[in-house]
């Protein structure tokens, strides 16, 4: 699946609260909702996600959230996993995630984000963002 | 329960003097002695039987340099300990040959450690092949640099020992592209590869060495390659053909033909049997001085004028 193509203007707002961030610490406080951009409603709670990495299987698979959330990818297996979007151009790679280690992702377009793990390509998961 | 022969194709009764005595503790690797243009595998701690081999050689795999996890705290002890095996062999390898992992991040140190253990076999040669750890994380550009001397393309090359045909290919750097879920090899080496057999002599033994194994042992877990058929496809009118892999840190073998199929066992920690665990992650819950156990023997008998493998597996335990 393809990532929805991008409008040069409206990327122009929302490009710069992406944040990409890999660290062992927590991710810090959400960041602030686009304005405005787009006509999907904004979350309506904590605009934050998880997605566990575990026994070779991201958890959940499927992932469906609201434009401007992030998601945080958290490495809890002994061996190390990316998170990698699929797709030409590659919207976000975590690199190498060894244990407990994460990696966030603030997603500011919707669309269906295919990704898979660059170690162990049959591990895959999609973000769906409304 | 330590001494059964496992796979026995022929079953044709020839009295070799017995079996070769033929034991590879998990953590070590396997020598291949070359006799007559036929392979046969036996291990370490087998009696002087590469005597009257023409060659030996030696396969280490998945060394996974950098990796401390469970109770595998101590990769390059083990890493160390198969290479101080090689070096007491009687009869000195001329080659060895590492099918991938060498490394578990691709980190500047774990590369250089891996160097550094490597460069302290006695042997006339190194050849190494990437695994896919040594590629995902910036496509292979700092094993390249340290070890794809004198290779092709992602690392593939073929060289010629004493008239055996040695192919080093490359089956991991698609699986980072994540154009497939198992290994591949791509258009551009198959190419490559089947020129570069072309103008052999039937009767050249073939050896191919790459990491992912080159017949699907469990396509859920990705062990397989997808483009094997193709590259087989090219070996198909040699008389013997030896394929040698790692990637799945256990012992397989498998004959198809004049194709025999093995799998080494890694030197850092092994990795459960196909579905045998909800994933194939580094073995758990082994205590560390229960590890002898897990790891194991391996015995490969050969029976030299038929070319077939015979194996026999006993754990570390077994044997003390």
């Known amino acids: 699946m393809k990532p929805a193509k991008y409008s040069l203007l409206a990327s122009s707002v929302v490009s710069a609260i992406i944040g990409i961030q890999v660290s062992s610490n927590p991710a810090p406080a959400d960041p602030p909702a686009p304005v405005a951009a787009t006509s999907y409603p904004p979350a309506t709670h904590s605009a934050a996600a998880n997605v566990r990495i575990d026994n070779f299987s991201f958890q959940p698979r499927e992932l469906v959230i609201a434009v401007g959330t992030t998601v945080t990818w958290q490495n809890a297996d002994d061996v190390p996993h990316t998170a990698t979007s699929k797709g030409d151009p590659q919207v976000f790679d975590s690199g190498a995630l060894d244990t407990d280690e994460k990696f966030s992702f603030t997603f500011s377009k919707p669309g269906k984000y295919a990704y898979y793990c660059k170690v162990h390509p049959h591990m895959t998961g999609v973000i769906t963002v409304k | ?320």
């Not at chain 2, 002695?33 to 030696?58: E, H, I």
């Open chain 2, 1 to 320: 329960m330590s001494n059964y022969i496992e796979k026995d194709a022929n079953h044709d009764g020839i009295d070799r003097r017995g079996f070769l005595k033929c034991m590879a503790w998990a953590g070590t690797g396997m020598v291949w002695a070359m006799k007559g243009g036929l392979l046969s595998a036996r291990a370490f701690g087998a009696d002087a039987s590469a005597q009257g081999a023409d060659f030996t050689f030696v396969q280490v795999s998945d060394s996974h340099v950098g990796f401390n996890k469970g109770a595998y705290t101590d990769v390059v002890g083990t890493f160390q300990t198969a290479v101080s095996r090689i070096n007491a062999l009687p009869k000195a390898p001329s080659l060895v040959l590492h099918t991938g992992d060498l490394s578990h991040l691709s980190k500047p140190a774990e590369f250089d450690t891996v160097a550094q253990v490597m460069k302290s076999i006695k042997t006339e040669r190194l050849f190494f092949v990437p695994g896919e750890h040594d590629y995902f994380v910036d496509g292979g550009k700092r094993y390249l640099e340290r070890f794809g001397k004198g290779t092709m393309g992602t690392g593939w090359q073929s060289f010629d020992y004493r008239g055996v045909h040695f192919i080093g290919l490359v089956n991991v750097a698609n699986i980072s592209n994540g154009q497939t879920a198992l290994g591949e090899i791509g258009h551009e080496q198959l190419e490559w590869m089947e020129k570069d057999v072309a103008g052999l002599g039937s009767s050249t033994p073939i050896v191919v060495f790459a990491h992912v194994p080159l017949w699907t042992v469990y396509e859920k877990w990705g062990w397989g390659t997808v483009d094997s058929a193709q590259a087989l496809s090219y070996l198909k009118r040699f008389g013997s053909v030896s394929v040698l892999n790692g990637h799945i840190h256990q012992i397989l073998q498998k004959v198809e033909g004049n194709v025999t199929f093995h799998t080494a066992r890694s030197t850092a920690f092994p990795q459960p049997a196909p579905g045998a665990a909800p994933s194939p992650g580094p073995m758990k819950n082994i205590a560390a001085d229960k590890i002898k156990g897990y790891l194991g023997l391996t015995r490969v008998d050969y029976v030299e004028h038929t070319g077939t493998l015979a194996t026999t597996d006993s754990t570390l335990a077994d044997e003390a």
